[in-house]
């Protein structure tokens, strides 16, 4: 018991083993459900306990994830603050559930969806694998960011707009040049923004510092274009029924 949450593990990460894949499967699971129990998760009571309980499991992951690095007197100002993309994204969702701003769901949305599912896809975990504790904190605040965002979508019936995409990408780069001020304070790497990590993730393929920074600018556009896309089908799907059901009304 104690060596899943101990300092060091002799079991690594490997990616797209079965513990990997099974992760991945239970998220796909969880928006599956809650797509089918949509209407019933609409209830005011029924909609502010699950947003709640979702917003507690986010906040307790990334207390606990705290609380590991103090235990084992690890917690780094240079490390260790919430200032990576994935934590930033985890508030975002928290404060999104607690307050249903639309701005908080464009961002968590476009940025924190993105961001965790492609972090869930090629994960930095290193030497911390199946069943490790960081391997469970790492999956789950991810996961909670992605479940936030669609359950705003599903229950809450959030559309972002085209807008919505372009207001993200700017605050997200606002947001890049004060972490990378606050890097060169504190001798830090947050967001990457400094060098790549160690373990291989999509940033190993993007080229050297700082190509792999302007490739992210892409691939940010890219991505959130391609999350926006389901929205302008189910805006076209709309249109043409109502065209269809005008036209039936006139003959």
Request: net charge positive; hydrophobic share 55%.
């Amino acid at each position: 018991m104690m060596y899943i949450f101990s300092s060091s593990t002799s079991h690594a990460f490997k990616l797209f083993s079965t513990p990997h894949l099974f992760t991945l499967c239970i998220l796909m699971l969880v928006l599956i459900t809650m797509g089918i129990f949509k209407n019933r998760l609409r209830h005011p009571v029924t909609s502010f306990v699950v947003r709640i309980c979702i917003a507690l499991v986010l906040v307790l992951t990334e207390y606990s994830f705290h609380l590991w690095f103090i235990y084992h007197q690890k917690w780094d100002v240079t490390t260790t603050l919430p200032l990576q993309l994935s934590s930033i994204s985890l508030f975002l969702a928290v404060f999104l559930l607690l307050t249903r701003r639309f701005f908080l769901f464009e961002i968590t949305y476009f940025v924190g969806s993105a961001s965790a599912l492609l972090a869930m896809i090629t994960p930095d975990l290193g030497v911390y694998g199946y069943p490790h504790f960081r391997f469970f904190h790492f999956f789950i605040a991810h996961g909670g960011i992605i479940v936030a965002a669609f359950y705003m979508i599903m229950v809450e019936k959030y559309k972002p707009t085209y807008l919505s995409i372009w207001k993200t990408f700017l605050s997200l780069n606002l947001f890049v040049i004060l972490i990378f001020m606050l890097n060169l304070f504190l001798d830090a790497n947050y967001m990457y923004l400094m060098a790549k990590p160690l373990s291989n993730t999509l940033l190993t393929y993007l080229g050297p510092w700082p190509i792999y920074l302007l490739s992210l600018e892409g691939i940010a556009i890219l991505a959130f274009h391609l999350l926006y896309l389901p929205f302008i089908f189910t805006k076209w799907t709309n249109t043409s029924n109502d065209h269809s059901g005008t036209t039936q009304f006139n003959s």
